[in-house]
Antibody
Framework: EVQLLESGGGLVQPGGALRLSCAASGFTFSSYAMNWVRQAPGKGLEWVSAISAAAISTYYSDSVKGRFTISRDNSKNTLYLQMNSLRAEDTAVYYC????????????WGQGTLVTVSS | DIQMTQSPSTLSASVGDRVIITCRASQSISSWLAWYQQKPGKAPKLLIY???SLESGVPSRFSGSGSGTEFTLTISSLQPDDFATYYCQQYNTYSTFGGGTKVEIK
């Protein structure tokens, strides 16, 4: 059974930093591109970042480019999102999501972790 | 950036109704479109990919159609478990989601 378990969310002040993790199991993690998607409270979904299976390529939305860094450790079956220079508008539930075909659609999602940016 | 516009934003329907949700792209995305269902407090669930391919395990009452800029998600006979919010997503150029359609009980 595919499982994705996010962690690392919490309350952080504007300008602060946070690192999210997503532990994967139930599939060959190193064979699939992975993504982060976020959802602000009461709002819709926003794709944030993607990383290829071998971590050779990374992609970011314009809203986080230069502030967030996606990475992965295939030996630990774990995906990461380093978030720096956080802003109030980054407040959201952050989901990690598996990409079955490397084309940015997502067949499995984690349960999400809440990031709140507030003073 | 490609913008995705869903309509309606809210839809009231009864069990057994045929429901159609529309998604329009600001430019052609070929068939690179997916549909997701999300229930409150839960992660989204993939229903349809490549505009009309049914994800494994998804009931056959869900179907998708369209190409280019106009797409539809159809639920042939609405079931109690289907009351949720539905999102379309383009993945032709990076990824953009529509604003969502909430399907409510009439």
């Amino acid at each position: 059974e595919v499982q994705l378990l996010e962690s690392g969310g919490g309350l952080v002040q504007p300008g602060g930093a946070l690192r999210l993790s997503c532990a994967a199991s139930g599939f060959t993690f190193s064979s699939y591109a992975m993504n982060w998607v976020r959802q602000a409270p009461g709002k819709g979904l926003e794709w944030v970042s993607a990383i290829s299976a071998a971590a050779i390529s990374t992609y970011y939305s314009d809203s986080v480019k230069g502030r967030f860094t996606i990475s992965r450790d295939n030996s630990k079956n774990t995906l990461y999102l380093q978030m720096n220079s956080l802003r109030a508008e980054d407040t959201a539930v952050y989901y990690c999501a598996k990409d079955p075909d490397g084309d940015l659609h997502f067949d499995y999602w984690g349960q999400g972790t809440l990031v709140t940016v507030s003073s | 950036d490609i913008q995705m516009t869903q309509s309606p934003s809210t839809l009231s329907a009864s069990v057994g109704d045929r429901v159609i949700i529309t998604c329009r792209a600001s430019q052609s995305i070929s068939s690179w479109l997916a549909w997701y269902q999300q229930k409150p407090g839960k992660a989204p669930k993939l229903l349809i990919y490549k505009a009309s391919s049914l994800e494994s395990g998804v009931p056959s009452r869900f179907s998708g159609s369209g190409s280019g800029t106009e797409f539809t998600l159809t639920i042939s006979s609405l079931q109690p478990d289907d009351f949720a919010t539905y999102y379309c997503q383009q993945y032709n150029t990076y990824s953009t989601f529509g604003g969502g359609t909430k399907v409510e009980i009439k």
